[in-house]
């Protein structure tokens, strides 16, 4: 089946660490996203990919960095995780044709310690 | 600019009772509404959508949401909840003009109790 897939489920790291988190998708769409949610709370969108043209949300701080190698896979790499990045990451994606109806990940749970 | 507002952040009801989830949206035009569903440590699964024609729109599990113009609302029901239906809902509202970014709403949890 086609999917989102994020790897891993479950990251702990350390105050100060970086932290890579990954994104693949089989769907073969050009738009993907990257999302934080904290408890409680809806997801907000950090920054998004038209295939390789980046677009940063204007409140997404420095320390989060994204990759996008090809189009199946992206990564969101946080250089200096504080106790406040403690979140879900959803990774989503969308096509051109329907942009507007997005397909979400498992999410990775991360736990900053 | 484009709003989504849930009135209520948590909803509590009997397994087999009907329910009602009220999502409410701001926008100058043409939307495109939607409901995720997210189960506890899970992403969001679309539940069920509205991109034009009928205003009722249904899902395979039961649910269903009325697209209403009038009162730019969108709310979600169910006629007899499961307790495999306690999770948190959230509605979100897209259009052209936001480039088809998905606005959420705050998110109402739904809590069904046998």
């Known amino acids: 089946d086609a999917m989102v897939i994020q790897n891993p489920r479950y990251q702990v790291t350390q105050f100060g660490k970086p932290v890579t988190l990954s994104c693949s998708q089989t769907?073969?769409?050009?738009?993907m996203y990257w999302y934080q949610q904290k408890s409680s709370q809806a997801p907000k969108l950090l920054f998004h990919y038209y295939d390789k043209d980046f677009n940063n949300e204007a409140d997404t701080p420095d320390n989060f960095q994204s990759r996008r190698p090809n189009t199946s896979f992206c990564f969101l790499d946080i250089r200096s995780p504080g106790l406040g990045d403690a979140a879900m990451y959803l990774c989503?994606?969308?096509?051109?044709?329907?942009?507007?109806?997005?397909?979400f990940g498992p999410g990775t749970r991360l736990t900053v310690t | 600019a484009q709003s989504v507002t849930q009135l209520d952040s948590q909803v509590p009801v009997l397994e087999e009772a009907p329910v009602e989830l009220r999502c409410n949206y701001s926008s100058s035009v043409s939307v495109y509404l939607f409901w995720y569903v997210q189960y506890p440590n899970q992403g969001l699964q679309l539940l069920l959508k509205y991109l034009s024609g009928s205003t009722l729109v249904e899902s395979i599990n039961g649910f269903e949401a009325e697209f209403n113009k009038s009162q730019t609302s969108f709310h979600l029901r169910k006629p007899s909840v499961h307790i495999s239906d306690t999770a948190e809902y959230f509605c979100?509202?897209?259009?052209?003009?936001?480039?088809?970014?998905?606005?959420f709403g705050g998110g109402t949890r739904l809590m069904v109790k046998p």
């Open positions: 979100a509202v897209s259009s052209n003009n936001a480039g088809n970014m998905l606005t």
């Open positions: 989503a994606t969308s096509s051109y044709v329907s942009s507007y109806e997005q397909y």
């Open positions: 769907l073969n769409h050009n738009v």
